[in-house]
């Protein structure tokens, strides 16, 4: 801590360097949305096996897209065309980004911290590749939304799996190197028609 600063003050200098350290700076404050709340989530995170540390972080790399007070505007500006949903029914697409009705959800429900985390996981796996910033920004777009979150998904599988995928711009969508060979990578989201999707 820097002579003169208060602890608030060194916190917050810390929290605008890692979106973790802002989810539990957040969790000692009332106006903390319910998924900062590690002991409201604790029945699910033993359910799961999910620690504390990797939930703070993954919850840490959502929130790090949005600000909170942005995603509850948007929420209401979503929320005057009807309900919201998060997934469109078949043979549709999304009429909302669901990043902020995940965000400004003010009711605990499984389903949104399912998909918080979910989306968080895959977010941290990926947060060190070269070029992911580009994938994160198409998250806040609506009609890139669903092809994008499949990319960061399929990247993080392949993080996890000890493959170190280069992220490229254009076709293929990202390189991998197998067995010291490298293999060209085209991630798409099929979306079938409405009869066929039935």
């Given at each position: 801590?820097v ?11 810390a ?99 399912i ?21 994160r ?62």
């Amino acid at each position: 801590m820097v002579r003169g600063q208060s602890r608030v003050q060194a916190g917050a200098r810390a929290a605008a360097r890692d979106p973790a350290a802002e989810v539990v700076q957040l969790m000692s404050t009332e106006s903390a949305p319910w998924y900062a709340d590690v002991n409201l989530c604790r029945p699910f995170l033993q359910q799961s096996g999910m620690d504390e540390a990797q939930y703070v972080a993954a919850i840490g790399e959502v929130r790090a897209l949005m600000s909170l007070e942005e995603a509850k505007r948007q929420r209401v500006a979503a929320s005057s065309f009807g309900a919201p949903t998060l997934h469109p029914h078949p043979g549709h697409h999304l009429e909302h980004n669901p990043i902020p009705l995940l965000l400004a959800s003010d009711i605990p429900a499984f389903n949104l911290w399912i998909e918080l985390v979910r989306l968080g996981v895959a977010l941290f796996h990926t947060r060190g590749l070269p070029g992911i910033q580009s994938k994160r920004a198409l998250l806040l777009n609506a009609d890139q939304y669903r092809s994008t979150v499949f990319e960061i998904e399929a990247l993080a599988d392949f993080v996890t799996a000890g493959l170190r995928p280069t992220i490229r711009k254009g076709t293929p969508d990202c390189v991998l190197e197998v067995v010291g060979k490298p293999l060209n990578v085209e991630m798409r989201l099929g979306e079938a028609r409405f009869g066929a999707a039935l």
